[in-house]
């Protein structure tokens, strides 16, 4: 898309994607496949199990513990020479350790040597094919005894189980922030009205008391631009009779 008035115009790429098929396969055409997208400036990837995966992977190979407590996932190993700090819910983490993200209730922090935002780990999902039923994924930081640091992510097979069926897609991103303004995204509440939430990872929206703030780059759009249209899209946490919870 090309915007701006002739002579200073930009071109953005809007959208445009590409995947990476048969990373892993099954009899019966399953596989494990990455998409990417590109929207703007920003880096979308995407880990697919197709539906035929799913249903092989429940037939052959069941897990040997209950599912109920037993994760379905990935395992990356990391290089982290450069992000020597990595903070969960403000508190610096052991990197010699092992610590999760709250059962997948809390977002890490990845920061350089000079404590500057270099990277998030947010509430991440794994989600149904049509993109309405969601369940939480569950991220590790583990160091095995060689020194290999590896981020583990995944999901409770009873809760994967429990998705409709058809391809189910797991969304591991990590989010570069721009600064470490802690309101940027943020909600306010009519109850705390001297309090930030800016780093919480969910937004509430639909609710009596309390409303969400998001902060748009528009830095790309020229002062005399005309704008016709924008799309938001957010993806529903859970809710209730007070409001939805929204990444």
Avoid at 63 to 90: C, E, H, M, N, W
Avoid at 117 to 145: C, E, H, N, Y
Avoid at 204 to 229: E, W, Y
């Amino acid at each position: 898309m090309t915007v701006g008035p002739a002579g200073a115009q930009l071109s953005l790429n809007v959208a445009a994607g590409a995947s990476w098929r048969n990373i892993w396969t099954t009899p019966g055409g399953g596989e494990l496949y990455l998409s990417w997208t590109v929207e703007g400036r920003h880096l979308k990837e995407d880990v697919v199990l197709n539906a035929a995966a799913r249903t092989w992977i429940a037939a052959n190979r069941p897990p040997a513990t209950a599912p109920a407590t037993t994760y379905f996932g990935f395992v990356f190993q990391l290089d982290a020479s450069d992000i020597p700090r990595v903070l969960k819910g403000g508190v610096q983490q052991d990197m010699e350790g092992d610590f999760d993200d709250d059962n997948g209730a809390s977002g890490i922090d990845l920061r350089n040597a000079g404590n500057a935002i270099v990277g998030f780990l947010p509430v991440s999902v794994a989600f149904s094919q049509d993109r309405r039923t969601s369940v939480k994924l569950r991220k590790r930081i583990w160091k095995d005894g060689d020194g290999n640091l590896y981020l583990l992510v995944g999901a409770k097979v009873a809760d994967l189980n429990g998705l409709p069926a058809g391809d189910v897609i797991f969304d591991p991103t990590i989010t570069a922030q721009p600064d470490a303004t802690s309101g940027v995204d943020t909600y306010i509440r009519s109850d705390a009205t001297t309090s930030n939430f800016g780093t919480d990872t969910l937004l509430q929206l639909a609710t009596t008391n309390r409303k969400a703030l998001l902060k748009f780059d528009v830095s790309l759009i020229p002062s005399n631009a005309t704008c016709d249209s924008a799309v938001m899209t957010v993806f529903s946490d859970g809710g209730g009779g007070g409001g939805a919870w929204v990444f």
